[in-house]
């Protein structure tokens, strides 16, 4: 059994739990690769943010908003006289996690986070367009449940294309668990517990891997095969944040869209 | 739950359908014999689409615009921004944009329509002009190097705004039009900045031009800087936030914003029986945005042009 040594919470009963029942089911009845329900929603003219956008990866919520691109002013970073800077922020609820953990804005997690947020999107948006100026995409975390830095780059992506920001492409992301010799797409808290996680960004129509990141080790030569799942995953990613985006401008066009359109 | 959007009102299949959608990375066409245009990029001899919205073609000029965007700005633009800074020969105002909007002390006009060059005890007085906070409205005159846009205020249309209210909308959801500034018959003015800013103020009984150009006046243009708290009756103020609740409302339901659909919600609102604070409730807001749609006063859709 090639189990990774991450060191896995006492909830997630290794070794005793079936991640992948004989049927090919897991424990929600998904397949192994099957993503979790993918909600998302353009929130347009929220009369405070340039754009704002709701993900619901499962049971993991992100809301992201958009400002900019705006001057820096009020800023603790420097501005850069060629291109825009991006800048994310990212706040976490403190029952987020399950059991209360208050986290300050210098957490280490949602640093590193907020950070690779950034680096998704320095290379992907066309910052030259907007000199002199920075984009802020603040991302707020209602509820986790697995895969959080996948849903904060799905939510960032949908925020900056509702806020008009010119960008290459979408990044898309979604988890592979590698869990007791089995790999499972998008993972849930559960089974990302018993095993490692790779998260992956990917740029469809650019077909390039944006971000990989993975939480423990794994076996070297399984590592394509993950990768593949992952990208599967991120398409089907594309295919629901595409859908939606088109959707949303059908209603647009129509006179039914705005955020608070349905109320 | 919060992202469900309810069914009650579906929009037609055929919506937009003369317009070609796009989203980031949909390839539009060869590059070669096309310009690319705003919302584009060039990837391996291909125009790509950079943002989400409708194509625009004119001639080989190829350019995607976004539904939802920052304004641009176009010289002769009519505007309302906000000052936020003062500086040493410029105010520098909020236009919604994604720089700053400059203002400068040449470029306004001084009280009485004086004609002179402006001296440093002009600038030592700017705050007797405009000082932060102030609303204006003015024109969008030039574009520096480095994108932000230079304005003016040298015509008596432009200046100050008093006695009224901003509502801010998306700006895509505002159109140029031949007029901006637009006097409703019930006695309330409105500016339609082409930057999402509009203004709903009084229409008082000196219109913009009375004194045109009479030495001595300290009038500098502007809508209701004159008028006092007491022209303001509460029927007027009440027929004022009618308004802007129409524009609100114009700018959830991401209706055009402009002086016919804004008549027509505040007709229908009366007409309903609404007060101005019952129109924006959900079921009422339905309503009305349902019949605006029905009414055809929104014209030819954004979307089709």
């Not at chain 1, 095969?225 to 595409?242: F, P």
């Not at chain 2, 203004?199 to 150009?213: E, F, H, N, Q, R």
Request: charged share 20%; hydrophobic share 45%.
């Amino acid at each position: 059994m090639a189990r990774a040594s991450a060191t896995a919470p006492s909830s997630a009963r290794p070794g005793r739990h079936e991640f992948l029942s004989p049927e090919g089911l897991r424990a929600d009845g998904r397949r192994q690769a099957e993503i979790r329900r993918f909600i998302c929603k353009l929130e347009t003219t929220d009369g405070r943010a340039d754009g704002a956008a709701f993900v619901a990866q499962g049971n993991t919520h992100v809301a992201a908003a958009v400002h900019g691109p705006q001057d820096p002013s009020g800023s603790t970073r420097k501005m850069a006289h060629d291109r825009a800077i991006i800048v994310c922020e990212l706040a976490m609820a403190p029952f987020a996690m399950g059991e209360w953990n208050p986290r300050g804005p210098s957490d280490r997690m949602l640093t590193e986070i907020a950070a690779m947020v950034e680096a998704v999107f320095e290379p992907l948006v066309l910052t030259h367009l907007y000199p002199g100026s920075q984009i802020v995409i603040q991302l707020r975390v209602a509820q986790v449940d697995g895969g959080l830095r996948c849903a904060c780059v799905n939510a960032a992506t949908l925020a900056l294309i509702d806020a008009g920001v010119a960008m290459r492409d979408y990044a898309c992301a979604c988890t592979v668990g590698h869990v007791q010799g089995t790999l499972l797409l998008d993972v849930s808290a559960v089974e990302d517990g018993a095993g490692a996680e790779l998260s992956v960004a990917y740029l469809p129509k650019v077909q390039r891997i944006a971000l990989t990141h993975l939480s423990a080790a794994i076996p070297a030569d399984e590592l394509g095969e993950m990768l593949d799942l992952a990208i599967g995953g991120c398409k089907q990613v594309y295919d629901a944040l595409d859908g939606h985006v088109r959707e949303h401008m059908r209603l647009v066009a129509a006179g039914y869209g705005g955020s608070n359109a349905g109320f | 739950m919060l992202w469900v959007r309810p069914p009650a009102t579906p929009a037609p299949p055929h919506a937009g359908a003369r317009a070609t959608w796009v989203t980031p990375g949909e390839e539009l066409c060869e590059e070669v014999g096309f310009l690319r245009g705003h919302g584009t990029y060039v990837k391996d001899g291909m125009l790509v689409a950079a943002v989400a919205g409708v194509v625009e073609r004119v001639n080989k000029l190829v350019s995607v615009r976004p539904y939802n965007a920052r304004y641009g700005g176009e010289v002769g633009d009519v505007v309302v921004c906000r000052v936020v800074d003062v500086g040493a020969k410029r105010w520098k105002v909020d236009v919604n944009a994604r720089q700053k909007g400059v203002l400068l002390l040449s470029s306004i006009n001084l009280p009485g329509g004086e004609q002179r060059r402006r001296t440093a005890e002009d600038q030592l007085n700017m705050r007797q002009f405009y000082v932060e906070h102030d609303v204006l409205s003015a024109e969008v005159q030039t574009f520096f190097a480095d994108g932000a846009m230079s304005l003016h205020t040298r015509s008596l249309k432009y200046g100050k705004l008093g006695c009224g209210t901003l509502v801010t909308v998306a700006p895509s959801l505002v159109r140029r039009a031949k007029q901006h500034f637009h006097t409703f018959d019930f006695g309330v003015a409105t500016i339609f900045g082409m930057n999402g800013f509009i203004w709903v103020g009084i229409a008082t009984a000196l219109s913009p031009k009375a004194d045109a150009m009479d030495v001595g006046s300290t009038r500098d243009g502007g809508i209701g800087e004159e008028a006092q708290e007491s022209d303001a009756s509460f029927h007027v103020r009440e027929r004022t936030c009618r308004v802007c609740n129409a524009i609100v409302l114009l700018d959830r339901f991401f209706m055009p914003v402009a002086a016919a659909p804004v008549h027509a919600l505040y007709e229908k609102s009366i007409e309903a029986g609404m007060s101005p604070w019952d129109m924006l409730l959900p079921e009422n807001a339905i309503l009305l945005a349902d019949g605006l749609r029905a009414s055809g006063v929104l014209g030819v859709r954004v979307a089709d042009e």
